[in-house]
């Protein structure tokens, strides 16, 4: 079974900077993809980006293109996103996602339903 864990967050300035760490375990993950997403007070959970796991290929989505960036160290099983030019806009829980294996090619997953394993979610917090 894989799972998924977030750490990182906190408190943060407006205009600032912070990184998201996502811990990985288990199996298959080669035909898997990873992702990012925020659930901000009130509203639904929105997908941020996400990254294919056998080749770092990613995407992003409008609202955080450019401020943000998903990787992957392979060999260690993480997952990071770098949040830059913060803006209190961005407070949310953010949480890392797994998604189900894939047959072939390289989907670019960006629903919560293509996802089966998240983790518990972290705190993100930007002060204006």
């Known amino acids: 079974q894989v799972r998924a864990a977030e750490s990182g967050g906190g408190l943060v300035q407006n205009g600032g900077s912070l990184s998201l760490s996502c811990t990985i375990s288990g199996r298959t993950l080669d035909t898997r993809t990873m992702g990012w997403f925020r659930r901000a007070p009130g509203k639904e959970r929105e997908f941020l980006a996400g990254?294919?796991?056998?080749?770092?290929?990613?995407w992003y989505s409008d609202s955080v293109k450019g401020r943000f960036t998903i990787s992957r160290d392979y060999a260690n099983k993480l997952m990071f996103l770098q949040m830059n030019n913060l803006d209190p806009e961005d407070t949310a829980i953010y949480y890392c996602?797994?998604?189900?294996?894939?047959?072939?090619?390289?989907?670019?997953?960006?629903?919560?339903?293509?996802?089966?394993?998240w983790g518990q979610g972290t705190q993100v917090t930007v002060s204006s």
């Open positions: 990254i294919t796991w056998n080749n770092g290929n990613t």
């Open positions: 996602a797994i998604s189900g294996r894939y047959p072939s090619g390289s989907p670019t997953y960006r629903g919560e339903w293509d996802y089966e394993n």
